[in-house]
T-cell receptor, first 113, second 115 residues
């Protein structure tokens, strides 16, 4: 059974700092991995999707990496801003016809001005 | 031009009632999902439909019954509501069930409170 872990549960950093959010998963047989952002009281917004054959994906100040063999992914946020404050969730997709996303519990990030 | 929409946004009801949540996507996607996010913010899949056909049914009580009248809609009906059903329910859709184009797009959520 796939389990996704995100530690720590919460993180507070000063504005401008570069930071790394970690995600680990127990079963390396994944199809892809997706990072989401959730603002308080809102739905999820997809940030980046990395296929199992890829090592990283970049979008603006965000860079996500994937090491499938070790069951790890990181989301790197450069030059953090107060607007980056949100909960960041990692989810892995199992392979197969009835594949599904298994989510971590998320990391709540607070960027202090 | 909302991509994935849910109604209602908030739902407060008494224990034992029956309620429905509606979801619509205008993205032309084949696959739709229902997720439950509990008080600890843990997000877990409940159901998945592909072209109106149920493909994932995670250990969910029979009181929950999804219905997909067409590819663009996936509704969730809940019978005999219990206190433990209080949560945020998210609908999502993706172009495909698997494959390279399986990015999921989420609705804004329906906050259900059972009293």
């Amino acid at each position: 059974k796939q389990e996704v872990t995100q530690i720590p549960a919460a993180l507070s950093v000063p504005e401008g700092e570069n930071l790394v959010l970690n995600c680990s998963f127990t079963d390396s047989a994944i199809y892809n991995l997706q990072w989401f952002r959730q603002d308080p009281g809102k739905g999820l917004t997809s940030l980046l999707l990395i296929q199992s054959s890829q090592r990283e994906q970049t979008s603006g100040r965000l860079n996500a990496s994937l090491d499938k063999s070790s069951g790890r992914s990181t989301l790197y946020i450069a030059a953090s801003q107060p607007g980056d404050s949100a909960t960041y969730l990692c989810a892995v997709r199992t392979p197969g016809a009835n594949s599904k996303l298994t989510f971590g519990k998320g990391i709540t990030l607070s960027v202090r001005p | 031009d909302t991509a994935v929409s849910q109604t209602p946004k908030y739902l407060v009801t008494q224990m034992g009632n029956d309620k429905s949540i509606k979801c619509e996507q205008n993205l032309g996607h084949d696959t739709m999902y229902w997720y439950k996010q509990d008080s600890k913010k843990f997000l877990k899949i409940m159901f998945s439909y592909n072209n109106k056909e149920l493909i994932i049914n995670e250990t969910v009580p029979n009181r929950f019954s999804p219905k997909s009248p067409d590819k663009a809609h996936l509704n969730l009906h809940i019978n005999s509501l219990e206190l433990g059903d209080s949560a945020v329910y998210f609908c999502a859709s993706s172009p495909q069930t698997s494959g390279r184009d399986s990015t999921q797009y989420f609705g804004p959520g329906t906050r259900l409170l059972v009293l």
